[in-house]
């Protein structure tokens, strides 16, 4: 591997809140243009983990960088300011609003001359039917309220929009958790599509299954660290249960 492959190091990152350490010196890399997934039990330290790198939370100690540079991811803010994008497990979608202006929540589009602006509608729809075209399965118009859309829509959506914004990395946590056969294979659609637009996706699930078919990298944390990574072609759900129990050494 180049180090032109690797976008973002994460090296030695502890976090602990109060007597709890969450993360231990947890240490792992990932690749443009590829899904890297991130496994392990409850408790194991991946939530905290993608807390550190969408600038949820600060780490203690240790370094993140993007394409070899560090960076200090102080919100999540800062962290979209340097392309990385979460879709959190409640999408955080505002129901009542319709799927246009979801995308453009903060980042209103305006014309007009100095103080004087208005709303740009036209221009903000267009931008987000184009948005959502370029990556989602069986797209909803961009008129369509949220809560009227399915739950594989509305994940469609959520991607969609973190995609849509220049995003160099996307995080997803759980993004099929509650969705049926047809809407997880739409949604898994979106990744592939995402990944082979050279986006690096870190990809939480806990289907092993959704893992090996879709990433191909695999980081498995225990008790606050990554104990051991993995390319998927080179490895199998028997061998990522034992190293997730330890029955298995890295």
């Known amino acids: 591997?180049?180090?032109?492959?690797t976008i973002l190091t994460a090296q030695g990152l502890t976090k602990s809140f109060g007597g709890v350490h969450a993360l231990r010196g947890a240490s792992i890399t990932m690749r443009r243009g590829e899904?890297?997934?991130?496994i392990g039990d409850n408790g194991a330290g991946k939530?905290?983990?993608?807390?550190?790198?969408?600038?949820?939370?600060?780490?203690?100690?240790?370094?993140?960088?993007?394409?070899?540079?560090?960076?200090e991811l102080a919100s999540p803010l800062a962290?979209?300011?340097h392309g990385i994008e979460t879709v959190q497990q409640n999408l955080a979608l505002v129901e009542d609003l319709t799927v246009w202006q979801n995308f453009f929540i903060g980042?209103?589009?305006?014309?007009?001359?100095?103080p004087l602006r208005f709303l740009d509608r036209q221009a903000m729809r267009e931008k987000a039917a184009t948005m959502l075209?370029?990556?989602?399965?069986?797209?909803?118009?961009?008129?369509?309220?949220?809560r009227r859309l399915s739950g594989g829509q509305r994940q469609a959506v959520a991607?969609?929009?973190?995609?849509?914004?220049?995003?160099?990395?996307?995080?997803?946590?759980?993004?099929?958790?509650a969705l049926g056969v047809q809407e997880t294979a739409r949604v898994e659609e979106v990744v592939r599509r995402l990944r082979d637009s050279g986006v690096a996706v870190l990809l939480i699930s806990h289907n092993f299954d959704q893992v090996l078919r879709l990433a191909q990298h695999v980081w498995v944390m225990r008790a606050g660290q990554a104990v051991a990574e993995r390319r998927t072609s080179d490895t199998s759900g028997d061998e990522l249960v034992a190293?997730?129990?330890?029955?298995?050494?890295a």
């Open 1 to 5: 591997m180049t180090t032109t492959d």
């Open 35 to 38: 899904v890297t997934a991130l």
């Open 47 to 71: 939530s905290t983990l993608v807390r550190c790198l969408s600038g949820i939370h600060r780490p203690d100690s240790g370094t993140i960088t993007l394409d070899g540079a560090p960076v």
């Open 79 to 81: 962290a979209r300011a």
């Open 107 to 114: 980042r209103e589009l305006t014309r007009g001359v100095g």
């Open 133 to 146: 075209s370029g990556l989602a399965v069986n797209a909803p118009p961009v008129t369509s309220r949220v």
């Open 159 to 177: 991607i969609a929009r973190a995609a849509g914004w220049g995003s160099s990395i996307v995080i997803m946590d759980e993004p099929t958790a």
């Open 243 to 249: 190293l997730i129990t330890g029955a298995r050494a």
